[in-house]
């Protein structure tokens, strides 16, 4: 069963670091969501993607993040300076068709951790 | 704007014994509800959803979950649970003024005890 995939698993940087998350979603799925959830606390909505521009963004998806399919597979999330409270376990998903009524299928997720 | 609300962090039970997951949600309009479970070191995976038609929904692994319009309820059920049930369950909506994205509750614990 095709699966969605995140890279690395988990990654340590320094506070003020660039980090880059990878997703490879499903091959045939055209919208892209990336989520986050800090540690004891609820899983937020962060940004989601179609067709190489931004649907939907929260409140914490600021000028520090962006989000780029820089090829045919991947998917990324760029946070440029990383802070404390960046900290958190990110989740990639991605569903086949547009509407709140499709499953999105999620990765198992990076554990990022900034020092 | 949507809100979910599950009301236990954590739910021990006996192996075999019938479980309930509470969900409440908050919405002023229509939505769609999704019940998401997450084994350890693993990703979320649906269980099931509801998006309209009959209030009882059947999910994978024996899980059915009932929603309930005029308590704004989306509860999930299983008869018998397993060991292998152990895992954070969480609640989800969407669909409040058209949005895809995905509004989660705090997540439930089921710890299931041999």
């Known amino acids: 069963e095709p699966e969605v995939t995140q890279t690395p698993s988990h990654q340590v940087t320094q506070m003020g670091q660039e980090v880059i998350l990878r997703c490879v979603p499903i091959?045939?799925?055209?919208?892209f969501y990336w989520y986050r959830q800090i540690l004891g606390q609820k899983v937020e909505f962060l940004v989601s993607?179609?067709?190489?521009?931004?649907?939907?963004k929260s409140e914490i998806f600021d000028d520090q993040f962006s989000v780029e399919r820089p090829d045919g597979s991947n998917f990324t999330l760029k946070i440029r300076s990383t802070k404390l409270e960046d900290s958190a376990m990110y989740f990639c998903?991605?569903?086949?068709?547009?509407?709140?009524?499709?499953?999105?299928?999620f990765g198992p997720g990076t554990r990022l951790l900034v020092l | 704007a949507q809100s979910v609300t599950q009301l236990d962090s954590q739910v021990p039970v006996f192996e075999e014994a019938p479980v309930e997951l509470r969900c409440n949600y908050s919405?002023?309009?229509?939505?769609?509800l999704f019940w998401y479970v997450q084994y350890p070191n693993q990703g979320l995976q649906l269980l099931l959803k509801?998006?309209?038609?009959?209030?009882l929904v059947k999910g994978i692994n024996g899980f059915e979950a009932e929603f309930n319009k005029s308590q704004t309820s989306f509860h999930l059920r299983k008869p018998s649970v397993h060991i292998s049930d152990t895992a954070e369950y969480f609640c989800a909506v969407s669909g409040d003024t058209g949005r895809r994205a995905l509004t989660f509750g705090s997540g439930t614990r089921l710890q299931v005890q041999p």
């Open positions: 509801y998006l309209s038609g009959s209030t």
């Open positions: 091959s045939n799925h055209l919208y």
């Open positions: 919405s002023s309009v229509s939505v769609y």
């Open positions: 993607f179609y067709n190489n521009e931004i649907s939907e």
């Open positions: 998903a991605s569903t086949r068709l547009q509407g709140a009524r499709e499953t999105q299928y």
